[in-house]
């Protein structure tokens, strides 16, 4: 079986608070005629803290879309080898032993994939796979275990490393005044994770079935207008109602396993804000506090896209992990609406065991 072990998750010094974001939208919009319902949405999200991967005056202004995605390649270059080291460390492989790269980004565009650039300068071998997943959004981090668990799967013995990279300020658009993208502005935080999925040993969740939904005719709730000055983030304003749509989806998933949904030990899910949570407390059935990783997460970091799931997944390991069996699920959201969902038992700590590779068919 697949293990997801701890994620490595960094995040840029430069820090905004929710004081200063609802300074700046009453600077800023004075005059937009819903001022006091955006800053009530704002507050309302929980968010106190985010973090920038530029000072806040560099990501107010707007340079253009080709200086602003030369800032997302040279950010991202300085920033992943430093994650993916530690997570390949707290999976105890190295770089020859992973077989899969999967990178997940929404908010910068490279080609070649920095999967590309990370095996020339890092030491992966030649013959590793790459996977970019670039239009998932935030459901990309579930999109990404699942398919690290369906590769492990495919191929008993390898080793997938996965990478995100989000830096959601560099989405800031100034002309955007739309209650949704206002809100957003005050919602999205930069950061970036990496974790490993053993297909042998490990200490982690144990991935055991995974499965994708999406809502039909939602296909333009979450998206990107792509334009001149680069993408312009559009968000629905029936987005925050869409766990009523996805909680069955939930509840099939484990019903699929012979689980009960609501009586899992613990939950990795996205928290793209806080009704969330709170209406999947309600469709599920459960308190509020087996949330609470996805809840610090937003609360500390704001919305980090797909990077979510791996700082509530490295949460859950800092407060030290779960007992052998435990019971979890987790959940990645986003456009489509999609919800990328898998379940899986906590697997303690082993020995490491050799690696068990089918060559000709990884390396083939």
């Keep these: 079986m697949a293990t997801l072990c701890r994620p490595a998750v960094a995040v840029p010094d430069h820090v905004i608070t929710q004081e200063q974001t609802l300074a700046l939208a009453r600077e800023t919009h004075a005059e937009h005629p819903q001022r006091d319902l955006v800053l009530r949405l704002i507050e309302n999200t929980g968010v106190l803290t985010r973090h920038l991967v530029q000072p806040l005056e560099e990501t107010l202004s707007h340079p253009g879309f080709e200086r602003r995605n030369r800032v997302y390649e040279v950010e991202a270059k300085a920033r992943v080898p430093e994650v993916v080291r530690r997570a390949l460390a707290y999976a105890e492989v190295e770089t020859v032993d992973i077989d899969l790269i999967v990178y997940v980004s929404c908010t910068g565009f490279m080609m070649p994939s920095l999967t590309a650039w990370l095996i020339n300068t890092m030491g992966f071998r030649t013959d590793t796979r790459q996977l970019p997943i670039a239009q998932l959004g935030c459901a990309a981090g579930g999109a990404a275990i699942n398919r690290a668990h369906d590769f492990c799967t495919a191929y008993p013995g390898s080793n997938v490393l996965i990478v995100s990279c989000e830096f959601c300020s560099l989405l800031y658009q100034p002309t955007d005044i739309g209650v949704g993208s206002l809100l957003s502005n005050g919602l999205f935080g930069d950061a970036l994770s990496a974790a490993v999925v053993r297909g042998d040993g490990g200490t982690g969740m144990r991935m055991e079935r995974n499965a994708s939904h999406l809502v039909p005719d939602t296909e333009n709730w979450i998206s990107y207008a792509v334009r001149e000055t ?126 068990v590779r089918e060559v000709a068919a990884v390396r083939g």
């Excluded at 484990?254 to 804000?273: P, R």
């Design 230 to 355: 680069g993408f312009h983030f559009q968000l629905d304003k029936r987005v925050p109602g869409t766990m009523e749509m996805l909680a069955p989806a939930l509840k099939s998933l484990a019903a699929d396993h012979d689980w009960e949904v609501g009586e899992l030990d613990f939950y990795i899910v996205h928290a793209g804000g806080p009704r969330i949570l709170d209406d999947l407390c309600r469709f599920l059935g459960l308190g509020p506090e087996m949330f609470r990783f996805s809840r610090n997460t937003l609360t500390e970091r704001g919305n980090i896209a797909s990077s979510v799931v791996f700082d509530a997944l490295a949460r859950l390991f800092a407060e030290g992990g779960m007992t052998q069996g435990a019971r979890g699920l987790i959940a990645g959201f986003g456009p489509g609406i999609t919800a990328e969902m898998g379940v899986g038992r906590w697997r303690a700590d082993e020995p490491r065991l050799p690696p």
